[in-house]
């Protein structure tokens, strides 16, 4: 089904306004061609959602595994931030390395979360081949960074409401 869809396609009234927020985005290094274009997807999307270019810090760590570190390090060390935004890129290998990389991401990012009490953003691509990467990193198939951005928008304004 999703093979013809554009996953990145939202409504932008029902986006709020980034206009006081301020997000990291934790960029992996490694499928750099890919990861590049998903953080370019994020930055362009927290732009037109009124977040100021000075209150997105842009950090990379080297592979997708480091995320969860880089992540950590990031709220720890900013805790003004009101959300981490993590992209990544894991292409499926011939041995079982991508179930281990991808299984100790998403759990690390969970528990990133958690510790922190702040929304943290899996934006990070599982994909088979290349091909499905870029289909995904503003091909085809959309943006996933964009995804990761009107995600993290979503993530802060419910937390904010909430703690009213």
């Known amino acids: 089904m999703t093979k013809k869809t554009n996953l990145s396609d939202y409504d932008p009234s029902q986006?709020?306004?980034?206009?006081?927020?301020?997000?990291g985005i934790v960029v992996a290094e490694w499928n750099r061609e890919i990861t590049d274009a998903l953080a370019e997807g994020a930055v362009e999307t927290l732009l037109q959602h009124g977040v100021d270019d000075?209150?997105?810090?842009?950090?990379?760590?080297?592979?997708?595994?480091?995320?969860?570190?880089?992540?950590?390090?990031?709220?720890?060390?900013?805790?003004?931030?009101?959300a981490v935004i993590c992209?990544?890129?894991?292409?499926?290998?011939?041995?079982?390395?991508?179930?281990f990389i991808c299984h100790s991401v998403s759990q690390g990012l969970a528990n990133v979360a958690m510790k922190h009490e702040k929304p943290?953003?899996?934006?990070?691509?599982?994909?088979?081949?290349?091909?499905q990467a870029q289909a995904?990193?503003?091909?085809?198939?959309?943006n996933k960074g964009v995804e990761g951005a009107i995600t993290a928008l979503k993530m802060i304004k419910l937390q904010k409401e909430l703690e009213k």
């Open 15 to 23: 986006v709020p306004s980034g206009e006081k927020y301020r997000i």
């Open 54 to 82: 000075n209150n997105i810090d842009l950090i990379h760590v080297p592979g997708s595994f480091e995320l969860t570190t880089g992540a950590d390090l990031v709220l720890k060390n900013k805790p003004y931030l009101d």
């Open 87 to 99: 992209i990544g890129c894991v292409i499926q290998g011939e041995t079982r390395h991508f179930d």
């Open 120 to 131: 943290v953003i899996f934006s990070v691509l599982t994909t088979n081949d290349m091909n």
């Open 136 to 142: 995904r990193a503003g091909g085809k198939h959309g």
